[in-house]
């Protein structure tokens, strides 16, 4: 088959936080999330006669690294060009999975257009230069819902996934995005994970725990308040471990009195995702989170902020082939 174009449409992942760092035996990082239908990323990559990137202009630096990457590690020196075209995009640095995303979807793209189409979501994330630490955004790429990086222990590995089950469909995610605003990303991540000390094996066995015991069998048994306020207690656990760097258990503006909000209007799930500053506000139906926003977009202390109500997504990214 002469495939001439691909469309690549993905979600987000929302991270719950990792289950270890630095630790002297056993796996690293790993992790607890999930994806959600969107923001996504919608993009378009045809053969063409020379290389061109229609896209805002915070994309077309990354996506020219992504494309000479891909070229570079799968040895294809002389090759027709590319036309990519980016139709729709999660915003950056927020706390989404932007880069990830992005990433798999370009290399996705490139790699069909040049011939490899049976390429592995690992030999993808390589090519992207993906899973440096988490492996939630790559696993949720292949095939979405919600997901437990066990972790790794090489440099060069990626996070292997240890279990994946469905998120129900019913249950709905607000998103609460400060404006104007963005996450530790870059150089600042980097030094943070340089000089952070080692998580307490009591805390990795907290996290854990609450995965095990109650996270994942409330999702089986759909539980909804159980879930809600099990995954509420692991992000603070993880908050309290980042919080000397991001300015607190989460990084947002009036965080105290967000959540003194959220806990009077009764929410059992909230948290943040990443180093945000988007918060997560889980709801049981769309009815419910899409009041919840009405409320929360009339209270003064949300005026600098943004919803969104979403979708869990239960599949992986959609690879059109034309």
């Known amino acids: 088959m ?30 607890l999330g999930m994806t959600i239908c969107n923001p996504g990323f919608e993009v378009t990559l045809e053969t063409s006669s020379t290389d061109e990137i229609q896209s805002s202009d915070d994309l077309k630096q990354p996506i020219q690294k992504i494309v000479a990457d891909v070229r570079r590690k799968l040895e294809v020196e002389d090759s027709h060009g590319i036309h990519i075209k980016v139709l729709r995009a999660i915003p950056r640095h927020v706390g989404l999975g932007s880069g990830t995303q ?27 230069g993906r899973g440096r630490r988490s492996a939630i955004g790559i696993h949720g790429f292949q095939q979405g819902g919600l997901l437990v990086d066990e972790g790794k222990e090489g440099d060069d590995e990626i996070g292997s996934l240890s279990r994946r089950l469905d998120f129900p469909e019913d249950w709905r995610v607000l998103l609460v995005i400060p404006k104007d605003r963005q996450g530790i990303f870059g150089e600042r ?16 066995a907290e996290l854990r725990a609450l995965i095990e015991t109650t996270i994942i069998p409330s999702v089986e048994r759909c539980e909804f308040e159980n879930f ?33 909000i959220l806990d009077s209007h009764g929410v059992f799930g909230y948290g943040q995702s ?49």
């Open 189 to 204: 991540e980097g030094a943070v994970f340089d000089y952070i000390k080692p998580m307490e094996s009591s805390t990795s």
């Open 2 to 31: 002469n495939i001439r174009k691909v469309r690549i449409q993905t979600g987000a992942r929302l991270h719950f936080g990792p289950l270890s760092f630095r630790v002297k035996v056993g796996p690293e990082f790993g992790g």
């Open 102 to 128: 992005l990433g798999l979807a370009v290399a996705k793209g490139v790699a069909v257009l040049l011939g490899f189409e049976k390429l592995s979501i690992t030999d993808l994330a390589r090519l992207a």
């Open 228 to 260: 809600a306020s099990a995954l509420t207690s692991y992000g603070k656990i993880v908050g309290a471990y980042f919080s000397r760097y991001q300015g607190g258990v989460f990084s947002i503006p009036n965080a105290s009195k967000v959540c003194d």
């Open 274 to 322: 990443s180093w945000g500053p988007t918060l997560w506000v889980l709801q049981r139906s769309e009815q419910q989170a899409t009041a919840l926003e009405k409320v929360l977009s009339r209270n003064p202390v949300f005026r600098e902020f943004q919803f969104r109500v979403v979708k869990p997504l239960n599949t992986g990214a959609q690879i059109e082939l034309i």
